[in-house]
């Protein structure tokens, strides 16, 4: 284990996220809620204990905005004006456990074996020979062995639908520690210890031993698959992961994104929606509707006003109904792809401007 780490340590008023950095690091944003900290000067002094392992940022600050830009522009219903939303984070190491070692596993099911089969029925007053499809289900088993590599988040400030996308990180970016690859980077501290995931990891041991086995179970198709794992070793290590977290605001909500610091395409977040867009694209599509539900009541109800069901008028105006349903739709559903193919182009434009200053 490494020594010590004397850091910086800041706690955001709004979110109460804890950042920690190098001595020296502006930090002035939290990257988690977004608001401002009034001083950083005002940082306490810390000693932590240093990871075992850490993944260096590959993803600089311009790459970041590029990728996190790119992936706002997309989207139905994104608000034209969102890339003018102002973005301000730095990178974050998160803290994870990163479990590793050997399992075997004795697995058990049930193989299903097609076969067809020949049988007689009777059509009106004729016999009829047929075939179909009958299943035999076996008893099978077998013993797998392998590895598995399971990456835990340690932090708390982390929104939960965002802490699955963290953990499922690439296997090999890990390399040694070195205190000079966290300078110009905050830092999560270690918020929970390994011991609250030993159950979860051994879940997720058998969920690997049974991805494993499931190719492996002979037959057509099979059921009742069960897993009996047993973890021969098992190592746990601390270890630092990179990433780019921000929080903007727009209309006055705030919006949380997370990008891979190792990879820009990994992005998870949640993009914001014009709602007047939406609303246009619903009115776009009502007169279809309300001519389809017409035909509809009209099929039912004018039969019981006295028009003979499906001849004469009533026949004309089902079928007036339908046809102007098809017709509404159609226009309805060219009207609204036109509106979100300008809406996109015009969002691709400015990114297009803003990624060539």
Known sequence: MTDKLVLKALKCSNCGADVQFLPGLDVSVCGYCGSNFERASEAREVSV?????????????????????????????????????????????????????????????????????????????????????????RPSNGVINGRYLIYTLASDSVDPELTAFCEEVPASSAVSFKTEQLAGFTLEPFDKDSSEFAGRVEDEIERIAASVARPRIPGDRWKDLNCSTTIVSQDCVRVYLPFWLTTFLYGGQPFRCVVDGCNAARIKGTRPVDPDRINRARRMMLPGK????????SLVLLPMLGMQFLAGAHKWIVLGLLGASMVFGIAGSIARSVMLARSKKLRQRLLAEMNSK
């Open 290 to 297: 309300l001519a389809l539900i017409g035909a509809g009541v």
């Open 49 to 137: 204990e240093a990871p075992d392992l850490l993944a260096p940022f590959r993803v600089n600050n311009d790459t970041f905005l590029k990728a996190i830009r790119g992936w706002l522009s997309e989207g139905a219903f994104t608000p034209d004006d969102v890339l003018t939303a102002e973005i301000e984070t730095k990178g974050t190491y998160l803290p994870f456990y990163a479990w590793s070692g050997e399992y075997k596993a004795d697995w058990f099911a049930s193989s299903g074996y097609d076969r067809q089969e020949e049988y007689i029925e009777m059509q009106g007053d004729k016999l009829v020979k047929k075939h179909r499809t009958v299943t035999d289900w």
